[in-house]
């Protein structure tokens, strides 16, 4: 089979990485020792998933690009991190935490936190009066951080998914972030991975945990921008735990350069009466991925999945999503919007599991595809699998174009058919932008799709 | 002369509905086009604000002295024509004000005008909702999404009072509407007229014109005017309903 070929052989360049990287690696303990190796070894076994037949999660994507490629280190990996200019990627508010990362590596002279007028020094890890920690995940590794331990890897699930092992076996910098009990944090956590895109042939594995201790309240973004137009490879994991009671908005804009490959599993994991409050934009790629899977682990506990993908050219951008009703009384909404134009491909699944226990729950979800032109193509499929009767699911998933009812009506107000079509597909997607919650991530997610739609 | 509409013949999916449409409007005046249920009153509008889905298949129609037939639907309401919509559509997404200031910029960059900001169009639009007694709050709502008939009809003239068209034509603007709500979209209709432009209201019901008071009164049966007149002849239609065009038409065809 060839799949099982792939992973051997690159499962032997991916090996001889790993093993330079732990020798050149600053001391770690004997457990992150021991899951980078479970990792690897869990990669080789699975190798990548380019087996089409029978592979239901990758069925309509193929990843066979990335697995026959080989990827090296990223070209700015040299002794001093690089800096660049970050306005493109501002967020519109006063005050943030920012965490920057170049090529998948930390740098502290680009972060920030709200008071500082001064860089973080490297190697260092913020504590606020709230309590709040956002750093750099290997700092928290190396401190042996109990939250860490607790829940590095204990979500994200990598024995099916090839992906995620391979990222946790090459876990480098990464963020952490540590909401404590009670905490309310008001300004945005905003994670930054930007790729250089200075070269084709690099990989970078971004990494993210973030603890939400009980009743508290944040908002995260996780963001991962481009400078070049290189064809690197980005496999990012974030892993987000909400204790009871907790609110927790995670954000995340995908806008990687349209040659580079993108793999991403979101896991959130929720606890009794949290609320998970998200949205994705995925606006870049020319072969992108995004598993969002939740679990609903708690009674009481709600999220809020939401997300808009915009494709052109000959990109291929698939979403897959995954929520877990583990337990009674729980609640899940999603919406997910595509605009598709030129050749590209898009993909929406949307799983919905509601386990035999979980009764008295709720389950929407909403997929809408607006396909912009002829060569377009999207294939979208709600699969719910629904094992309570005391339930409220509903889905939906529709594709169409533009309304032309809708154009005339434009038209006849003497809007031209470019700025019509214009109005009518921001509008499109504008129900997704209203649901986030977070006023600058709002603003700042508006702006980037708004950049990407089509403008004639 | 403001319209001038001459054998208008015109088609959708092969099927005629207009079969010679003859009709002059002045500037000034007020024209009021009655019928039947499935005359092609509608279709008459469509035709006149350059719908695409119908076919012209014969005449021509002059406003202010341009061919508007060779116009794109977007360069008739540039050149000041208004159709308020039968069934105004709801955008969800789009909001009133954004979609509003849209058009009226491209009409002001047509006449050579410089664009409205956001804030100046504002402040414009806070003068316009009163005509039709609308609040403002709605305008930041999207473009007739959850409305009710009567609100949807109420947005339709506040977007004639922004855009102030040289020749509105109003389909069915009295439909959905309470007698409260008629009352005060007919004096904004009223308030909007000079002598300078015309109105073609579309109706049903003579109602609307106890408010909206006609110089000419024009009777469309099977895509023909069958029947022209003053103001006394939507009060003969009220009486007589339109049975008497049946017989009255029927030689010619
Ligand atoms: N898409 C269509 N295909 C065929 N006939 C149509 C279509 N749309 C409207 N018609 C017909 O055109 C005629 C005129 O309709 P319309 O202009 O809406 O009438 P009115 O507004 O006077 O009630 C009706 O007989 C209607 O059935
Ligand atoms: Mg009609």
């Not at chain 1, 992150?32 to 029978?54: D, I, K, S, W």
């Not at chain 1, 890890?125 to 939250?147: K, Y």
């Not at chain 1, 009671?245 to 954000?251: N, P």
């Not at chain 1, 699911?393 to 434009?410: E, I, K, N, R």
């Amino acid at each position: 089979m060839t799949s099982t070929s792939q992973a051997t052989h690159h499962g032997t360049a991916y090996r001889a990485a790993h093993a330079a990287r732990l020798a050149a690696a600053e001391h770690q303990p004997q457990w992150m020792l021991e899951l980078r190796e479970q990792a690897m070894a869990r990669f080789e076994a699975v190798g990548f998933p380019t087996a089409r037949r029978g592979n239901e999660p990758w069925k309509y994507t193929d990843a066979s690009p990335i697995a026959e490629a080989t990827f090296g280190t990223p070209p700015t990996a040299g002794p001093e991190p690089l800096t660049v200019a970050l306005k493109p990627f501002a967020l519109p508010c006063a005050r943030v935490h920012e965490i920057v990362f170049i090529d998948g590596r930390y740098t502290p002279q680009m972060s920030s936190v709200p008071g500082d007028t001064e860089p973080l020094p490297a190697g260092t890890f913020e504590r606020h009066a709230s309590g709040l920690v956002v750093g750099r995940l290997a700092e928290a590794i190396h401190r042996e951080l109990p939250q860490v331990r607790a829940h590095l890897s204990k979500h994200a699930g990598m024995d099916a998914n090839a992906f995620t092992a391979l990222n946790t076996a090459f876990i480098e910098d990464g963020a952490f972030v540590w909401i404590p009990d009670d905490a309310v944090v008001t300004e945005p956590i905003y994670l930054l991975f930007i790729g250089t895109g200075k070269g084709d042939a690099y990989v970078t594995h971004p990494r993210v945990l973030v603890v939400a201790g009980k009743h508290s309240k944040a908002s995260v973004i996780v963001s991962h921008e481009h400078l070049g137009d290189g064809g690197y490879f980005s496999n990012a994991v974030t892993e987000a735990v909400l204790g009871p009671g907790a609110h927790l908005g995670l954000w995340r804009l995908q806008r990687e350069s349209a040659r580079a490959f993108h793999v991403a599993t979101t896991q959130a994991t929720l606890g009794r009466d949290s609320t998970l409050t998200s949205a994705s934009a995925e606006l870049g790629g020319k072969l992108a991925r995004h598993d969002f899977n939740v679990t609903l682990a708690e009674q009481g506990a709600s999220c809020r999945v939401n997300g808009v993908y915009v494709t052109d050219g000959t990109r291929h951008v698939d979403t897959h999503t995954f929520i877990d009703h583990a337990v009674p009384r729980t609640t899940s909404n999603e919406v997910f919007k595509g605009i598709l134009s030129g050749d590209s491909r898009g993909v929406f699944v949307g799983n919905v599991l509601v386990r035999p226990d979980a009764q008295r729950s709720e389950a929407h979800q909403l997929n809408k595809n607006l396909l912009l032109s002829s060569g377009a193509h999207v294939d979208t499929q709600p699969r719910l699998e629904i094992f309570a009767d005391d339930v409220q699911c509903t889905h939906g998933a529709a594709v169409g174009s533009l309304d032309d009812a809708a154009l005339f009506y434009l038209k006849s107000r003497g809007i031209g058919e470019g700025l019509a079509r214009v109005l009518l597909t921001h509008g499109f997607m504008r129900e997704v932008i209203e649901s986030i919650t977070d006023e600058a991530v709002r603003q700042h997610l508006d702006t980037a799709v708004e950049a990407t739609l089509p403008h004639d | 002369m403001l319209l001038e509409v001459r054998d208008l013949r015109a088609s959708i999916n092969g099927v005629e509905i207009l079969k010679g449409i003859d009709l002059t409007v002045r500037a000034g005046e007020a024209h009021a086009v009655m019928g039947p249920n499935g005359s092609g009153k509608s279709t008459l509008a469509y035709v006149l604000a350059g719908h695409p889905n119908y076919e012209v298949t014969g005449g021509r129609v002059t406003f202010d002295g341009r061919d508007l037939l060779a116009m794109s639907t977007e360069e008739r309401a540039r050149a000041s024509v208004f159709l308020s919509f039968q069934h105004p559509i709801e955008i969800p997404g789009v909001r009133m004000d954004h979609f509003l200031r849209a058009g009226y910029n491209e009409l002001r960059k047509a006449h050579g005008e410089a664009e409205l900001d956001p804030l100046k169009f504002d402040r414009l639009l806070r003068t316009k909702v009163k005509v039709v007694e609308m609040n403002t709050n709605m305008t930041k709502r999207s473009v007739n999404e959850g409305f009710s008939g009567g609100e949807k009809k109420r947005n339709e003239i506040l977007q004639m009072a922004v855009m102030e068209p040289k020749l509105a034509i109003l389909d069915e603007v009295d439909s959905g509407l309470d007698v409260d709500a008629l009352r005060t979209v007919s004096s904004g209709i009223n308030s909007l007229r000079t002598p300078d432009n015309a109105i073609i209201v579309v109706t049903h019901y003579q109602r609307l014109l106890n408010y909206i008071v006609p110089d000419h009164v024009h009777v469309l049966a099977d895509g023909r005017i069958a029947a022209s007149g003053g103001k006394e002849l939507a009060l003969k239609v009220e009486a007589e309903g339109y049975d008497w065009l049946a017989e009255a038409n029927a030689p010619s065809r």
